[in-house]
């Protein structure tokens, strides 16, 4: 091995351990990395920057462009209203909502599919009494299956693609990933439809709301401790037996009050950093036990109280509460905090904000809206949906062309969908200039940063001494077990780090491992685009389920319990479709 393969191989197991410890801006960590790969002497200078230039990327930020205009257009709102008024089982409710989830996801990125989806899902989950926990999971995986399904579903199949151009001089059609994707999307959906109901259950008493059927959301707030409290005079180490609030800081006077908690003793006027169920603040604030420690200027009665959830390109991702100018601004106040950090230090004000994260928002309807649509924070709360105009159909039927141009190869995508792009900016759908700073730029700028990275694992040989190694270990005579064994590390990899990472790394590994067994790299491929977006068994691998997690109030070992199932079955089933129609 020779320096620059052990010093890219170093470079990548960092990468990809920094990638998945989540302490670091994904941005910050593929730069960082491209400018070490260029420190090393991986690549040249005029190689360093190459991958913003990709095909791949701009198609991204091509979709990335139209899927903000489709999400306007409250498509799932009119499912919404269907299943209103129609009478189906909670299995129908699911499956229908996964499919038509899968089915957008087939033509947009699996986070504007979940995006779009999700409002839509919630309405009918409290209309219908139906609880979340059986339908925001679901939806989350239905977006990823149906990723899998076209060249556009996702990056990392445009990646793949990329690879195989590179290797063939032609690319992957449109729907040539369908062969596999649609019948592991078709079943997927079906058993997480199946499975829900049965690892979700909802009380046994039918009249009890939505709620109910949910575990309550467990909130962080710092509350005022009035004269006449019933927690005066309780130490800290009774609260959560008492009262069920797990206490984190207790402050008296602008101080913090240091001590064992069985030493520390509530009094009146402090301020205490606490941790409950959300009806546990509820009941206590109504027996006037905690309440508020301030409230917007405005009259109590203007008030609107929102739950809004940190999406992946959300300004507010590393941010502290104390610095949240755009909602202090608007006279907006973050009264409560659902966090996935177990982490909790310092203030409220100090609490750092990450992707998931749910704000409890209070102020005008107005200002929240707008401090929202600023800082790229998705609200959750399930209002009616405003009706469409008769021309909302147009930018589906534009879309459409532009998919159909590139399904019929009329064109490459990147020129089809930079043609949909400019009909809806000039039939003014599309504002350019707003919608390219709404964008998601820290995926579309570790794409491009890890695009030369991971063309040095083939032009430094890198990948012939991984495939090397790996054809030591297993017999290459039959295919399919080096389809397999290439299916296996990319579902492996995919739970700790972004599927277009994965991607990255493993098609040159996976073009090697063909060539090593003097097979055709097309079916490996395949296994390595499957194999990335087959992501179930954690809520950090893919950030649908980071956002699933925080919504639906779920714990980690919920997605193992209903992502295991899924995986072996997708595992065996995009084996068996490979052998059949790419061996």
Not at 332 to 356: C, H, K, N, W, Y
Request: glycine content about 6%.
């Amino acid at each position: 091995m020779t320096f620059e393969q052990a010093s890219l191989l170093i470079l990548l197991l960092a990468m990809l351990v920094l990638f998945s410890l989540e302490r670091f801006r994904i941005e910050v960590i593929a730069i960082a990395g491209l400018l070490a790969g260029y420190a090393l002497h991986l690549y040249s200078a005029e190689q360093v920057f190459s991958g913003f230039a990709s095909p791949v990327v701009v198609t991204v930020v091509e979709i990335l462009l139209v899927v903000q205009v489709l999400a306007r257009a409250q498509l799932f709102d009119r499912l919404a209203d269907f299943f209103v008024h129609a009478r189906f089982s909670n299995i129908a409710v699911i499956a229908t909502l996964s499919g038509a989830t899968g089915f957008i996801s087939i033509f947009m990125n699996n986070i504007g599919a979940f995006s779009i989806a999700l409002p839509a899902t919630l309405r009918v989950s409290a209309a219908l009494e139906i609880p979340k926990r059986q339908l925001i999971m679901s939806i989350s995986f239905a977006a990823l299956l149906g990723g899998i399904v076209s060249l556009i579903g996702t990056p990392a199949n445009m990646l793949v693609s990329n690879a195989w151009a590179e290797t063939s001089g032609t690319g992957f059609r449109l729907f040539d990933f369908a062969y596999v994707g649609l019948p592991v999307a078709v079943v997927g959906i079906v058993l997480t439809a199946w499975l829900a109901p049965r690892l979700f259950p909802q009380e046994i008493d039918g009249t009890a709301s939505a709620e109910t059927f949910s575990p309550a959301r467990r909130r962080i707030t710092e509350r005022h401790i009035p004269a006449g409290s019933s927690l005066i005079g309780a130490p800290l180490s009774d609260l959560p037996d008492r009262f069920s609030l797990q206490p984190h800081t207790l402050v008296r006077n602008d101080k913090f009050v240091f001590g064992t908690p069985d030493k520390l003793v509530v009094e009146a006027d402090d301020l205490l950093l606490a941790e409950a169920d959300d009806t546990i603040f509820d009941g206590l604030q109504t027996s006037g036990a905690l309440l508020p420690r301030h409230r917007p200027s405005s009259a109590i009665s203007d008030l609107d109280c929102v739950e809004a959830v940190v999406m992946p390109e959300s300004t507010l991702v590393g941010s502290r509460l104390h610095s949240l100018e755009v909602f202090s601004s608007r006279d907006v106040t973050v009264s409560a905090l659902s966090m996935r950090s177990p982490r909790i230090e310092g203030r409220f004000a100090d609490l750092q904000l990450s992707i998931g994260d749910i704000l409890v928002l209070e102020g005008e309807q107005r200002s929240i809206a707008e401090a929202l649509e600023e800082c790229e924070c998705l609200p959750l709360a399930s209002q009616p949906p405003s009706r469409m105009s008769a021309s909302s159909w147009q930018p589906f039927a534009i879309f459409a062309a532009g998919v159909a141009a590139t399904a019929f190869e009329l064109v490459t995508p990147d020129i089809a969908f930079a043609g949909v792009v400019l009909v809806l900016a000039l039939l003014n759908y599309l504002n350019i200039r707003q919608a390219m700073a709404d964008l998601n730029w820290p995926i579309i700028i570790m794409l491009g940063a890890m695009i030369p990275i991971g063309s040095a694992v083939a032009t430094t040989g890198t990948a012939q001494v991984i495939a090397a190694a790996l054809g030591s270990m297993v017999s290459l005579a039959e295919p399919t077990t080096g389809v397999a064994l290439v299916l296996f590390l990319s579902m492996l990899l995919t739970p700790f780090v972004n599927n277009a990472t994965v991607a990255i790394v493993m098609s040159p590994i996976a073009v090697a491992f063909a060539a090593t067994g003097h097979q055709s790299p097309s079916a490996y491929l395949i296994a390595v685009a499957a194999g990335a977006s087959l992501d179930f068994l954690t809520p950090f691998g893919h950030h649908n389920n980071t956002l699933a997690m925080g919504i639906g109030s779920y714990r980690f070992s919920d997605f193992l319990k209903a992502g295991a199932p899924l995986t072996v079955v997708s595992y065996g089933l995009t084996l068996l479709l490979i052998y059949l129609f790419w061996l």
